[in-house]
């Protein structure tokens, strides 16, 4: 709310918005302390201001009430309206700086101190971060992936998996945690295929967050999956599980690779170029993309291309680290077509899963951030320069 004339205030009240409260519910704490203050003709005295991170992020929704300087935990309504107030139970009180004392119980998160304290060895933590998905069978492919994986990680490394959206722990959560377990290092690992906007912004921009949080944790930042060699090898395996000899030739055969789709213009020309080195592997006279969203052609599109080009039997080849929502509608998408396409076979290939040459490539970028050869620390800096340029907001995904 805006206030022209200050001579009346008498209170500052900071409402947390940073991305980790506003997934616990700022917004409504926000409007529900402003109508209070409408409702008493309190806007005057009481002045509020959204803030992008009050640091204590596992007592969100955080606000602190100035020139007391009294921090408080909102999980509640009433809890909020009480604030305008002066009236909140000493429960919800974090400290009071007029008494130099912090009101809740020793039970409750102290929060984590920002600064690395003694001489000890360094503790460091790899924090894979997945995409996330609305459906949660996708979400815990991961986390059982990333389990599976911990075998072949060096024993003296957190492990530790978040994902950008849809699911917990986010991104935020995930470098909390390393931190709360004593991690000094914290390298962040995307588990995603193409290099586009959640890897070279979303990601980015949470660790830049981060770091100004805990300037005395050092960050690095891995690559994506990209365009890499045991990705052709994956597709390949998820086309001989559907009866496709790769080694022998299949005229009347197409295969439909299907992306997620996007409006990064690099990183569909990656898609393609992985389509290509598939062609160059497989001895087939069709293959051809299509996106799920976004951008075209869409899977429609391929598959009448495909049907026009003479195909007898097509493959539908996810191009999917996990399951999710478009798997499940490319599943429909296929038992359309085979209605509408009664004289042509119509297969539909698994996503990538748990194939082990994923772990591999995983690892490589795993270990090509904790040895400093990634190129995903260019992505940082050159989000840095982005920012700077067009400005970036933090936002909750």
Request: net charge negative; aromatic share 8%; glycine share 8%.
């Amino acid at each position: 709310m805006t206030t022209w004339n200050l001579t009346e205030m008498q209170r500052h009240v900071l409402i947390c918005n940073g991305s980790t409260c506003m997934g616990a519910g700022a917004e409504e704490v926000t409007q529900q302390i402003r109508d209070e203050i409408r409702i008493h003709r309190l806007d005057e005295k009481i002045h509020t201001s959204r803030t992008r991170c009050n640091g204590r992020c596992k007592d969100k929704c955080v606000v602190i009430d100035y020139p007391k300087g009294t921090w408080y935990s909102v999980q509640q309504e009433e809890t909020a309206r009480a604030i305008v107030h002066e009236t909140v139970e000493e429960d919800s009180i974090i400290y009071s700086m007029e008494q130099g004392e912090r009101k809740r119980g020793e039970s409750r998160f102290k929060g984590i101190n920002k600064y690395r304290k003694g001489k000890g060895p360094m503790k460091k933590a790899v924090l894979f971060v997945g995409h996330g998905s609305r459906l949660e069978a996708g979400n815990e492919e991961v986390r059982q992936f990333i389990d599976q994986t911990r075998g072949d990680i060096d024993s003296s490394l957190l492990v530790e998996t978040c994902f950008l959206e849809f699911a917990s722990p986010n991104i935020e959560d995930g470098i909390q945690l390393c931190i709360e377990k004593g991690a000094d290092e914290i390298h962040v690992i995307p588990i995603i295929l193409l290099h586009a906007g959640h890897s070279k912004l979303h990601i980015p921009a949470e660790i830049e967050h981060a770091k100004e949080h805990f300037p005395d944790i050092r960050f690095t930042y891995g690559q994506t999956i990209g365009v890499h060699d045991e990705v052709i090898e994956i597709l390949k395996t998820r086309l001989t599980e559907v009866g496709l000899d790769v080694n022998q030739k299949h005229e009347d055969t197409a295969i439909l690779l299907i992306g997620r789709g996007g409006s990064d213009p690099y990183a569909n020309a990656d898609f393609y170029k992985i389509s290509r080195l598939l062609w160059e592997s497989l001895d087939v006279s069709i293959i051809e993309n299509a996106f799920m969203g976004v951008t075209k052609p869409t899977v429609q599109d391929g598959m009448e291309r495909c049907i026009k080009l003479g195909a007898k039997k097509i493959v539908m080849l996810p191009y999917f680290l996990f399951t999710g929502i478009l798997m499940e509608r490319m599943k429909k998408n296929a038992e359309q077509f085979r209605s509408d396409y009664p004289h042509t076979t119509i297969e539909i290939a698994e996503y990538f899963g748990y194939h082990p040459k994923l772990r591999t490539v995983l690892l490589e970028r795993m270990n090509q951030a904790l040895d400093g050869t990634s190129t995903g620390m260019q992505d940082l800096e050159n989000f840095r320069i982005y920012a700077e340029e067009h400005g970036y907001e933090h936002h909750h995904h």
